[in-house]
């Protein structure tokens, strides 16, 4: 079966700086990778997700994330956050076999502090 | 888009009792739902493949017999958490395969946080 690991259960960053959100995974053949993100009482929407192609996956919100093979890793990443990016944020990840099967990450929680 | 309504958001119960989580798609039919279930700190983890008309499948290691669901229609999928304990308590979500033609993803549910006393 597939993990999923997010390193960071928690990651506290200050208004308008870069942020890095990490993931990786561990299968070593094709996948399908997403980026979700869950705000307080809500569910889960869509960010980025990255099928095939070019590798930097631009998504909602000024998101994007880089997909590396050779690292088995789909970081994602934002140039300059806003308080109202605090969230859960989790990777997600389906295939090679069955792409209808989620496999998430425990969830980093974003914490953007003014 | 494509919306995946799910209630209720938070439910306590006493132990012993059952409890039903709805999900409905809203503008859309969804033919298949899948059901996560979430405990604290963790990811969430598929508990089982609901499909319209037919039974559930379900993940190795879940209860059937504990977690019915029912998917009577095209747009209504139902969990029940039956005789629940309070090891029951969790985070249930329910998500649906967003339309063809849609952003390729899967549309998730507000999720249910189930409290079992």
């Known amino acids: 079966a597939q993990s999923v690991t997010q390193l960071d259960s928690q990651v506290p960053v200050f208004e308008e700086a870069p942020v890095e959100l990490r993931c990786n995974y561990s299968?070593?053949?094709?996948?399908?990778l997403f980026w979700y993100v869950q705000y307080p009482n809500q569910g889960l929407q869509l960010l980025l997700k990255?099928?095939?192609?070019?590798?930097l996956v631009k998504g909602i919100n000024g998101f994007e994330a880089e997909f590396n093979k050779s690292q088995t890793s789909f970081h994602l990443r934002k140039p300059s956050v806003h308080i109202s990016d605090t969230a859960e944020y989790f990777c997600?990840?389906?295939?090679?076999?069955?792409?209808?099967?989620?496999?998430f990450g425990s969830g980093t929680k974003l914490n953007v502090k003014p | 888009g494509a919306v995946v309504s799910q209630h209720p958001s938070r439910v306590i119960c006493k132990s012993g009792t059952s409890v039903k989580i709805e999900c409905r798609s809203l503008?859309?039919?969804?033919?298949?739902m899948f059901w996560y279930r979430q405990f604290p700190k963790q990811s969430l983890m598929l508990m089982a493949t609901?499909?319209?008309?037919?039974?559930?499948?379900?993940e190795q290691g879940v209860e059937k017999d504990k977690f019915l669901i029912n998917h009577a229609s095209l747009t209504l999928s139902t969990l029940t958490v039956t005789s629940a304990h309070p090891e029951d308590s969790s985070f249930y979500i329910c998500?649906?395969?967003?339309?063809?033609?849609?952003?390729?993803?899967?549309?998730f549910g507000s999720g249910t946080r189930l409290t079992v006393v």
């Open positions: 299968s070593s053949v094709s996948v399908y």
């Open positions: 997600a990840v389906s295939g090679p076999y069955n792409f209808n099967k989620f496999y």
């Open positions: 503008d859309f039919q969804a033919t298949t």
């Open positions: 998500s649906a395969p967003a339309p063809q033609g849609s952003n390729y993803g899967y549309t």
């Open positions: 609901s499909n319209e008309g037919s039974k559930a499948t379900y």
């Open positions: 990255y099928l095939s192609g070019s590798t």
